[in-house]
């Protein structure tokens, strides 16, 4: 490495966590050790929050043990933030960065994280200033452009995957209507993880809505009574983001108090509104199609379980999340160049495998990736079964189920 | 074996399903095949409803492979049903038998199974028809009497302690108010443990409210006020079923269409009520109190997922499951007697281990068994520390966390 450029590092964790945030935190704490240039690495507490307080932890020389056991924790263990830093708030991370020999940051977020990360870049580069900024992806929506998938979906999708089959035993225990509420504002990827669920044909998931498909009410009346009507019960999983004919969120007409994050998000999860709304449209307008008094309907919307559940991250997804860490440091450390690191699938199947490369800040930071076109079934109410070779190696294996 | 009484045999499952419920089975399959006595055993499909429909599959001979599989899979593999049997439909169910020459009534479920099982027996006495019945307990609430836990809690609080664990990180990650609504409608055995959740001070939950002791909106309010100061968040975990100083249900208060099922219950799960309902009085009364202008408040009700996700099983409350199954055919093979398969605890912490012993039918119907009082704290916001060595056990390994 001719290049070496000596100085202190910063790391900090952004947005949502998920199940293996904490992997690439690893990640980055042991290739930071061994780059022979980085000094000092600084956590930052609550993202970049943590950097313009200059509210940091040094992570230089951390127990062995303590980094497994912060690894295979969920969640960020040096907090998160939704702050989304503006250029004024970029110069005073830019500050604290010159201000502290800074000379490495890694990243660990979605979209805009990616692009906080490309505004401080600029910065930096104007101000003559060598930093080396490296964007290591996080996002249980799976919906980073550039990569093939993101570290923490696959955990997610194993989550969603084993509550799906095991809902559908419920559902087949004591049969009526439920429907699953899944994580995914603007991309089906999570929700249509649960057609791992489905192994025979009987099985649910029976139908899955993802917000790629707009389905009307009409629809969704008309799909559960035939499902219903097929299967002498029906389980849905929808996303929470799923949107109407008009192109409009269902959970934004629903819900009557919106509430936005400072993204301008409007809260989706972490309310049962459309799952109950959803209910309440079965018990009334599928019953009246069905022609029966009384339906057993249920709804659960799966919620902060999906992306913070304690012991049950993909094996597979837990590898990938702390090989992103460790590749950003690496990258960082082999020349004079920024960006974010990414998946390039190399093998399918049994042989499914990776590999890193290094794809520009600017591609990643922003718009997303929504569920390709490919992988939604004609009707708008399915996935199509060619997901599962995508999905099924991110998630691990999984239980396998008998059936009397 | 002096006495044995040959004849066919009938298995069925009722009510909410579990985790470990078809281990029961499996354990009866198992044991009725090396009985000796049993020359076919039945399986109603969906319970009592089967029996008298004469739906019934033929678990004689069932492939061990298959029985494995079957017993590792969450719900009720014969299906289950929501029917309480009056003495009229007892009567048929004990004609059906009559009519097959069934000797042996084996019924997974919980206390108003152990009543159905009680009446059908009753039936036969009097009929001078040898029959006998055993109910094998089963129900993630926890709440049957004499025995010292039942079959299936073990895993759903295995379930609650991960996700309490795994959502408390994402609540420190993230700071704010959550709320988890745990599943339980009298007793509040496993909220309660979400206790297994907290390792140090801070860890959440932070407060803990069940059933047993009442929480009026105020005390709510002034203790999630206090918390959050305290810890700069605060994790909530509470049971659907908690009651008011007038001991009215919240969520019979605030759910306006009530549903009940055929036991005269209120519908308390597959609904988000009860959760947004307490993030809206957070939202206003502890911002106030606070005051803030806004509050980060969310809610997840954990729902179906407690007694159905797949691959999560304590192991314990696996093996305990298969033995009251076993144990209920030998007891019913070893003499002209009946009851409820209970269990009694041996031995504690690393030496943890049960015996079985039978219960009267009629202990073990009808009434449940709360919390007991020594559990609670004086608050009514907590459970008590000497709590977790009761369920510790039941609940098997937990994941060891770190932090930063």
Redesign the interface.
């Known amino acids: 490495m001719a290049d070496v450029l000596e100085g202190n590092a910063v790391v900090g ?1 952004s947005g ?2 998920t ?1 293996v945030i ?1 992997q690439s935190l690893a990640g980055v704490i042991e290739a930071a050790a061994r780059s022979g240039a980085i000094r000092k690495l600084l ?1 930052a507490r609550h993202g970049v929050r943590g950097v313009i307080q200059e509210d940091f ?1 040094d ?1 230089s020389g951390l127990d062995a043990g ?17 702050d989304k830093p503006d250029e004024e708030y970029c110069r005073k991370i830019f500050d604290v960065f010159a201000a502290n020999n800074v000379r490495y940051f890694f990243y660990i977020g979605g979209n805009d994280s990616a692009d906080a990360a490309r505004i401080v870049n600029e910065l930096a580069a104007e101000a003559d200033y060598q930093l080396r900024v490296f964007h290591i992806p996080k996002t249980i929506d799976n919906d980073l452009r550039v990569t093939d998938h993101c570290p923490g979906y696959g955990s997610a999708a194993r989550f969603v995957a ?2 799906i ?3 559908d ?2 559902n ?4 009526g209507i ?1 429907i699953d509420v899944i994580m995914g504002r603007h991309a089906g990827w999570l929700t249509a993880a649960s057609l791992l669920a489905r192994r025979d044909a009987d099985d649910g998931p029976h139908l899955i809505y993802v917000p790629e498909s707009a389905v009307s009410e009409d629809q969704f009346v008309g799909d559960v009574t035939e499902a219903f009507r097929r299967h002498g019960r029906c389980l849905v999983a929808v996303s929470e983001g799923i949107e109407d004919e008009a192109g409009q969120a269902w959970g934004a007409r629903i819900t009557q108090t919106v509430e936005r994050d400072n993204h301008g998000n409007i809260q989706l ?5 459309l ?2 709304y959803l ?1 309440a449209v079965v018990k009334t307008r599928v019953a009246e199609e069905l022609g029966v008094g009384k339906l057993r ?9 999906q ?6 991250a993909s094996p597979v997804d837990q590898v990938e999340a702390r090989l992103a860490g460790t590749t950003a440091v690496e990258y960082a450390m082999a020349g004079d160049h920024d960006g974010s690191v990414a998946f390039r699938r190399t093998g399918e199947g049994d042989d499914y495998a990776i590999e890193c490369f290094r794809a520009e800040l600017a591609d990643v930071a922003r718009d997303t990736k929504p569920l390709p076109a490919e992988y939604l079934n004609e009707a708008g109410n399915g996935i199509d079964e060619s997901f599962r070779a995508y999905v099924a190696p991110l998630v691990g294996d ?7």
């Open positions: 964790q949502g966590p199940a904490n956590g932890v992570l303590l980094l497994e056991r912060v690894a295979a924790t969920p969640c960020s263990a040096l907090g998160s933030t939704r084993s509550a089959m095991g809902d035993r419920d087949a225990s004591l049969p439920k999860s972490g309310t049962g509104a799952g109950d209910a309907v249920r709804t659960d919307t799966f919620g902060y379980l992306r913070s559940f304690a012991g049950y999984l239980p396998v189920l008998g059936k009397l």
